[in-house]
C-alpha cells in the first residue's frame, strides 16, 4: 500500500462534502436520516450479544454515530471506522472523545483493500454509504462479491448511492442479489435523487482475502 500524505487544504474536499448535514432542510439531510432510520432498525432487530459493525468510507460518520450514541445497542457494538481522508479522520477521533463509545475504533486506510477489515470481521452490520455512489459497475460488482468475507451469516449490509458518477440502485441490487443478499429495507422517495438500502446476507461467509483490491472511486 502506498504511504498516507499528511493532511493538506488541497485534501480537505472530502471534508468539506459532509457541510450539506449541517443544514436544516436538504436533499443530504433527508437522505442521512433515512440511513440513520435504517441504522436504528437494524440495531432494533439485532440478535442480544455483542455486535462487530464495519463501516467502509465511514467519512464523518454523521450516520452510525448518532445511533450508537443513542440506541440502547450501541453499547454492545464493536465498531472499525475505516477512512482515508487524514481531516475526517481526525474529525472521528475528536468526536469520538467527547462519548463513551470506547469500543468504536478509526483505522484511517484505504477500504477499498481488503487488509483494512483484517481482525474486524466477519461483521454484524456492514455500511456502504456513499460508496456505490462512486465506483464503477465494475467495481460496484467485485465490492458485492467481497461482502461475504465481511458479513456474517445473516448479518445486514446498509447501503446507499444517489447522483450519476457511480453505480445506480438498480445494478447495485443486482450485484448484491448475485451474492447471496436479499432486500430488507429500501428508500427512495421522489425527486431526491438517492437510495438508501439493507440487505441481509443469507449465504455463508467466507475467510477474507489478503490485500485483494475491490473498489477506487472514480475521481
Ligand atoms: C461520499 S463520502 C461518504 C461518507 C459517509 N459514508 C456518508 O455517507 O456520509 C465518501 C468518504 O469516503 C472517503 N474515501 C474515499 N475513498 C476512500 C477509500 N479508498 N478508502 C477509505 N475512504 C475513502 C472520503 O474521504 C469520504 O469521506
Redesign the pocket.
Known sequence: MAPLAEPSLRESS??V??AP?DALDSVETDR?SA?QDVLGEALDGSPAGPLRVV?????????LLPVLIHHPRGRDVTARL????PL?AAFLDGALGSTRLTGVEVVR????ETS?YAGAVPADLV?L???F??VDPGDAARTAQILPCLCRPGGLVVW?TYGAAGTGPVRVNAVLGENGFVPVAVREPADRGWTVGAHRFTGRSRPLPDSTRF???VS
Do not use: K, P, T
Open positions: 472530502w471534508y462534502w459532509h448535514y442521512l440511513v463501516s467502509a468510507c465511514a467519512g464523518q460518520a454523521r450516520d475505516i477512512e482515508l481522508d475526517n486506510a484505504d477500504a477499498g483494512a455500511l454509504c456513499g460508496v455512489a462512486n446507499s473498489f477506487r472511486f
